[in-house]
DNA sequence: CAGTGGTGCGACAATTTGTCTCAGATCGGG
DNA sequence: CCCGATCTGAGACAAATTGTCGCACCACTG
């Protein structure tokens, strides 16, 4: 456990408060952690800071980050990169890895679930035993809270969005388990 | 249009109703089809045919198509595969391209659709992210796929760590996965 | 051979969703 | 000030999904 401490590691996100709260988990777990909030801020970070490992977010303001991935890749070979993405597809994934992601994972994610992704590097995959996998339920859940969030609180607009009946959207956040 | 006339090609899928139409529309535009119904016919009858594109089920009777993957690959190291599945996931099209097929494409899809699949040999970055975020229905999809997949396919595992019931579980396997 | 754990699937009750419907609130014109 | 559009919470009832239990049937193992 002792050899991830301090390996550099880059988050690319536009979104402040996720690249906060994933920054602050890693960095916690021995990463030396820096972030870019857009893929031309992430060469020049990724330039100082010699990451070995990073996680970037596909739909950012400018550029996407699937053009990042062979750009960073020509910067640094050896970057271990995860994709890590709320507007997550078959078909981007595909791109995402035949231009040198080793991994892509829908968002939401915790800190272990990145973490997992970027160790399974290796093509033949051995399968990481991930104690325990988030529930169906807590997925749903902080999956709704974010897109509630980037439609400002609008539930119609979110249940529209999220493919569900505005009044099931209204049911489930009605019981909420969770304040604000 | 000439250069395809006569590309053997290995359709390997175990619907026979699938497996015929397709091989019927790709016979029609001058390839030379041969298919397969298991893991283990694909690669005898791949010996002997030595296809040039093959487009592989993953979900048949017996192994999984993604095994057959690195097989055919080992086998045909030219090969151009294409994985077609009507239980589509990121995480085995992530899995599928990192073992090596070419692209990744949700059933249904017509002849021409599945050609161009194969086709399409450079990755490209431009492709557009969608605007919208995924739908509750299709993130739960994915994820189960997801954790299913860590549990090497074991429903009742998979279950337990997802904290549904099995049949549940189950029902939800059985059905396509939700589009968009 | 018995024991353990997997899988598929039928059946029926318990719960959750979908649908429809109202009755406010709000907001930005005209 | 009223109009139309849109958002909201909530009741009621049907439709669909899920929880539960049970059973049969492997495969593996001591």
Request: aromatic share 4%; no cysteine.
């Amino acid at each position: 456990m002792s050899t991830e401490h301090d390996t550099p590691l880059l988050i690319v996100d536009d979104d402040p408060v996720f690249s906060r709260v994933l920054a602050r988990a890693l960095t916690r777990r021995g990463y030396h952690v820096a972030t870019a909030s857009s893929a031309d801020e992430a060469l020049e970070v990724a330039r100082r800071h010699q990451p070995v490992l990073a996680t970037i977010d596909l739909k950012m303001e400018g550029r996407s980050g699937l053009t990042l991935i062979p750009e960073l890749k020509a910067l640094l070979p050896e970057l271990n990169m995860l994709v890590l993405t709320g507007y997550a597809s078959i078909s981007t994934a595909v791109e995402a890895i035949k231009l040198g992601a080793t991994n892509y994972l829908p968002k939401p994610a915790d800190a272990d679930q990145v973490l997992a992704a970027l160790q399974q590097s290796s093509p033949d995959a051995e399968l990481s035993v991930t104690d325990s996998p988030m529930s169906v339920n807590r997925l749903e859940w902080e999956h709704i809270q974010k897109v509630l969030g980037e439609y400002e609180g609008n539930v119609s607009a979110t249940a529209r969005a999220l493919g569900m009946h505005r009044r099931t959207l209204q049911r489930k956040l009605a019981k909420r388990p969770v304040r604000q």
